[in-house]
């Protein structure tokens, strides 16, 4: 078999039965436009509000912003490859693919990670919150996350560009993940693949004990509150979020915690449809759903009066 460091890769999709292809399309195509819709609507109603113009909504409309182009990294092409029964792509835009797909994953992870640390200082220091979370930190939380996201996926594509590959392999995912592209690799991709390993378990699991941390006082102050109703508005306001953190890990690791070169199980290309289109659809309607104030901004941005009541 040939080796190149610029090889061309077939992208096989969720199934071989050509017949489900029509079938998953549909499906894609309207969870795609579903992600676009909710997620354009709540900048929408968060930019358009000045009242949602505080750091619990900041954090919210930057999460939105990244979930439109997370789903937008993978479902274009997978809908094209549906349509046009073709999954060749070359290695340059399978690199490209990956790079974006890595920085959006991380920022994903990043920025639940600073909902909860702005929730834990809204709920556990009331009285210094304004000090605290300042728009000038809320910034610099998230524009770190950025820097932060994009070093790392640039030091993944690097590494991956450093690699030869066989030509013409065929790809079982519906897009160019790590775990194939180490596994068509036909250079040693040892380090490689524990430098990747130990970075995205460092991306990972921190931002997951910082959530869990915040949480674990989150629960702590409000067993503390003594009457049921402050309790109650207490975990209202985080209940979004958690739901958001649960679906994301869930499937995350339900698709990651295994080797990389590991070659992928049905389930495991379910779970990755779930983070990335089905999550991202469902986090805009799970925040406006359950939140009394996105949902008046929305009646007052679409005008109409009676919408979800």
């Not at 040939?2 to 050509?18: A, E, H, Q, R, Y």
């Not at 974006?100 to 210094?128: E, G, K, S």
Request: with cysteine.
């Amino acid at each position: 078999m040939n080796c190149s460091k610029n090889p061309d890769f077939v992208i096989s999709g969720l199934s071989s039965d050509t017949e489900k292809w029509q079938f998953l399309f549909g499906l894609f195509l309207v969870l795609y436009f579903l992600s676009l819709l909710g997620n354009l609507l709540l900048l929408l109603a968060i930019g358009a509000d000045i009242r949602l113009h505080t750091p619990m909504y900041f954090f919210l409309s930057q999460l939105s912003l990244v979930d439109l182009c997370f789903t937008t990294t993978t479902a274009p092409k997978m809908l094209e490859d549906l349509w046009t029964s073709n999954g060749s792509v070359s290695f340059s835009r399978c690199l490209t693919q990956l790079y974006f797909f890595a920085v959006f994953a991380d920022m994903d992870n990043l920025l639940l990670t600073a909902m909860a640390i702005d929730r834990y200082t809204a709920i556990c220091h009331p009285l210094h919150y304004p000090l605290l979370m300042t728009p000038c930190r809320c910034g610099l939380l998230v524009g770190g996350s950025w820097g932060v996201a994009h070093c790392v996926s640039l030091v993944h594509a690097l590494l991956l560009s450093q690699l030869s590959f066989y030509t013409n392999e065929e790809i079982s995912h519906f897009f160019c993940d790590f775990g194939p592209l180490f596994q068509f690799s036909c250079s040693d991709a040892h380090l490689n693949e524990e430098l990747k390993l130990a970075l995205t378990g460092f991306l990972g699991i921190s931002p997951l004990l910082c959530i869990i941390s915040s949480y674990v006082h989150i629960f702590h102050a409000v067993a503390r509150v003594p009457s049921k109703q402050g309790k109650k508005k207490a975990l209202t306001t985080c209940s979004s979020h958690l739901s958001t953190v649960m679906l994301f890990y869930s499937t995350v690791f339900a698709t990651y915690l295994k080797p990389l070169s590991t070659s992928h199980s049905s389930g495991e290309l379910v779970a990755a449809v779930m983070y990335t289109l089905v999550t991202p659809t469902l986090n805009p309607f799970i925040y406006s759903l359950r939140n009394k104030d996105v949902k008046t901004s929305l009646k007052r941005v679409l005008g109409i009066e009676s919408l979800w009541n």
